[in-house]
């Protein structure tokens, strides 16, 4: 059956992060990589641990308190015109090269294209107007005050789209966020652009992906 | 106040770790080191993602899990006798050296000393029994089915304890941890051997120590 509504996941699944490595490599040369890695870590690790501790915060301050944490653990020096231009930078992503023919081709009249994005509106909004992409619907997490994989993010697709989880396609890059939406009971197409193992959660995808190119022929199938 | 009860995480607090890193480095020679750390990141990611999921599963079965991701991700060949080995090798881990010296000063005759861990009894009984230090409980989240540093976690060594959340000391190497603790009402002490900077989580420990060797002065102040 193909899905009523397409729900896509935002950064690294829509939005390549890409740039905003390469701001740190010219901020701070030879770091770039390694500054990155421990910035996108400690943000989705917070994530996690204050939806456990019931302490939510916007992801917006929560990315900014982890580029202060990473650059504090690899002793590079942080002023607020550098944090200031990479959290812009954060607003202006560019689409990976294949998500703007794809999301044409995969348009239809009775289907919705929507977002569902840990980003809170402040990050997700400017970004997606400066995309120039078109959606149906731009759903962020701050609207239930817990991040993904818990159900209640999920369900706002749901409610919002009005549509039986089984009729809804989901799409990340993230497998764990793929998963956390089979467990809920969507349909889910893992984009695994690296080549990584499987996340062990207890649940497979309904398809992996090299890429957003592959997924109209996917949901033909 | 002198507290009730003093409640300490097992795997980095009280057990040292490193000898399942020696072990990771005599069977894969100069991988021991990144194995380990992608071992223990996809480890404590997937206890936040199940529990968030609500798709709880014992730590043993993570940590074997995580340990087959880790080889996979970075293609080291694992069979079943070097997993079995490993695995062993959590059972049998060596308490830091400060750890039995601090333990004997902390005993008092009206205060409990008690292990609250992330690790299921398959895995913390035999470790506990194997380093001989004996302790009134040892908790484990396995009893509230999800993991740390959801507040059902803490609230465990409310109950089981018989204390108020302020009577109770709680000491971690895992900031995240110490600060779970303390958004949930217990005095807590951050571990912090390694020089980390304090995750940004919207709280602060009542204290940060170099070792365990230094609570019993902290404590006296």
Known sequence: MSPRALVFDAYGTLFDVHSVVQRCESFWPGEGARLSQQWRAKQLEWTWQRSLMRRYAPFSRITRD????????????????????????????????????????????????????????????????????????VLSVDEVKVFKPAPEVYELAVKRLRAEPAEIGFVSSNCWDALGAKSFGFRVWWINRGGAPLDALGFEPDGILDGLGQLPAALAQ
Chains 1, 2 share one sequence.
Request: charged share 25%; net charge negative; with cysteine.
């Open 66 to 137: 982890a580029l202060e944490y990473a650059c504090a653990a690899l002793h590079l020096a942080l002023d607020e015109e550098r944090a200031g231009r990479l959290m812009q930078d954060y607003k202006a992503l560019a689409p990976y090269p294949d998500v703007r023919s794809a999301l044409g081709e995969l348009r239809a009249p009775a289907r919705s294209l929507a977002i569902l994005t840990n980003g809170s509106p402040d990050m997700i909004e400017p970004l997606v107007a400066s995309s120039r992409l078109e959606f149906d619907a």
